[in-house]
């Protein structure tokens, strides 16, 4: 298992600014992904975060909107980038521990609202 | 996509019931898990079926799996108030690392 940590848990924000989103895990993973999940809706996935190399994106996501840091095996971070009331969403950090199975710990989330 | 279809969206039972739960998705999957999400927090996974089992069990929860119709079940026997959550299936999938896409989930209420 891992424990994940996530800051802020919310915010409230203007639009046109940005905001980081941070995400500490207890233990050495190799990969973490980024999800988004807007009201009422389901997780989707925005991009994987390998130590060490660029994120990889999903359809619809680019790096100017959300890019992603990964600077060590412990720790992510998610910014996104002049925000829009469309950015409004839960955005989560996950990690597949075992590296192999897709099981995946999330951390609590960060409830964004953009005004 | 490969993003699972779950139904039925909503279901309101009585504590003591059992409340059941579908999942279809598209193609082929490397395994299937279920995840419950409490108001909006983070999720917690409940149970991961691999794509050659076709039942498994976890206490309270009993997971099925059918990969000829790409549809799977998730049952909650004697449910409690505090199994009010909601639930998400989840499609591992792919080569290499696993990517993870989610149902739509089902929104389930437990009446005391």
């Known amino acids: 298992s891992a424990v994940i940590s996530q800051k802020p848990s919310r915010d409230i924000c203007q639009r046109g600014t940005s905001l980081t989103i941070q995400c500490q895990v207890d233990?050495?993973?190799?990969?973490m992904f980024w999800y988004r999940q807007q009201p009422g809706q389901s997780l989707t996935l925005i991009a994987t975060a390998n130590q060490g190399s660029e994120a990889t994106y999903e359809s619809g996501f680019v790096i100017d909107k959300f890019p992603i840091s990964r600077p060590n095996l412990t720790f992510s971070t998610l910014t996104v980038s002049n925000m829009s009331p469309e950015d409004s969403s839960i955005y989560l950090c996950?990690?597949?521990?075992?590296?192999?199975?897709?099981?995946?710990?999330f951390g609590e989330g960060s409830r964004l609202t953009v005004l | 996509s490969q993003q699972g279809e779950e139904d039925p969206q909503a279901l309101s039972i009585q504590e003591g019931e059992n409340a059941t739960m579908n999942c279809s998705y598209k193609t082929s999957i490397n395994n299937l898990q279920w995840y419950r999400q409490n108001s909006g927090r983070g999720l917690v996974h409940l149970i991961l079926?691999?794509?050659n089992e076709r039942e498994k069990h976890s206490g309270r929860l009993r997971v099925t799996l059918d990969t000829s119709k790409k549809s799977s079940s998730l049952l909650i026997t004697a449910s409690r108030a505090a199994d009010t959550a909601s639930y998400f299936c989840?499609?591992?999938w792919g080569g290499g690392y696993q990517k993870v896409t989610f149902g739509t989930g089902t929104k389930l209420q437990v009446i005391p």
């Open positions: 233990s050495q993973v190799t990969m």
């Open positions: 079926i691999r794509s």
């Open positions: 989840a499609v591992a």
């Open positions: 996950s990690v597949d521990v075992a590296g192999v199975t897709g099981e995946l710990f």
